[in-house]
T-cell receptor
Framework: NAGVMQNPRHLVRRRGQEARLRCSPM?????VYWYRQLPEEGLKFMVY????????ESGMPKERFSAEFPKEGPSILRIQQVVRGDSAAYFC?????????????FGPGTRLTVL | GESVGLHLPTLSVQEGDNSIINCAYS??????FIWYKQESGKGPQFIID?????DKRQGQRVTVLLNKTVKHLSLQIAATQPGDSAVYFC????????????FGSGTRLSIRP
């Protein structure tokens, strides 16, 4: 059973471009979480999705950021008109059910660099 | 507000010795406290958790202690090995949002041969 997959692993964008980050959860997992990590800091929660639904987006910036988890295919975190401050590592986690910590498995992350 | 912080940003330990990583938290309304290990270039890996109604839990070579009186959490690693080198994060899941993990800022553990 493959773990959580994220791609690309590294992404370089110029200011003003769009960034699309993909997350394929573990097989059988219908809950996906996105976190952002700045260098030398802990992860910050962004959004929690179930299939086709956003459950909690309290950590997501109101502008330029959006997330989806369609019925088929990976979850997508989309950042429009990127700025230098968006440079960070973005981690996705998945779980078969919420509320139990050890069932939330993290992917390897996408490192976004904005030039 | 919600806040999980660590006492020390770095910790250097002799191989074979025990490691103790400490964490202070400020939110009393948390259900779970968790320790994660993050190796360079990888995502966080769950180590051990403890519910708020417990004060101690043991795993393989690791022990987590929770002191609710002083809002303090610690991770003890027995017989530290080179493979334990990583950044360790304490984290919590508040009652108010059972699926949102709140991470602290991390302690880097390095092992001296």
């Amino acid at each position: 059973n493959a773990g959580v997959m994220q791609n690309p692993r590294h992404l370089v964008r110029r200011r003003g471009q769009e960034a699309r980050l993909r997350c394929s959860p573990m097989k059988g997992h219908s809950h996906v979480y996105w976190y952002r990590q700045l260098p030398e800091e802990g992860l910050k929660f962004m959004v929690y999705l179930q299939k086709e639904n956003i459950i909690d987006e309290s950590g997501m910036p109101k502008e330029r950021f959006s997330a989806e988890f369609p019925k088929e295919g990976p979850s997508i975190l989309r950042i429009q008109q990127v700025v230098r401050g968006d440079s960070a590592a973005y981690f996705c986690a998945s779980s078969p059910r919420p509320d139990v910590p050890d069932t939330q498995y993290f992917g390897p992350g996408t490192r976004l660099t904005v030039l | 507000g919600e806040s999980v912080g660590l006492h020390l940003p770095t910790l250097s330990v002799q191989e074979g010795d025990n490691s103790i990583i400490n964490c202070a938290y400020s939110n009393s309304a948390s259900d779970y406290f968790i320790w994660y290990k993050q190796e360079s270039g990888k995502g966080p890996q769950f180590i051990i958790d403890i519910r708020s109604n417990m004060d101690k839990r043991q795993g393989q070579r690791v022990t987590v202690l929770l002191n609710k009186t002083v809002k303090h959490l610690s991770l003890q690693i027995a017989a530290t090995q080179p493979g334990d080198s990583a950044v360790y994060f304490c984290a919590e899941i508040p009652y108010s949002s059972a699926s949102k993990i709140i991470f602290g800022s991390g302690t880097r553990l390095s092992i001296r041969p």
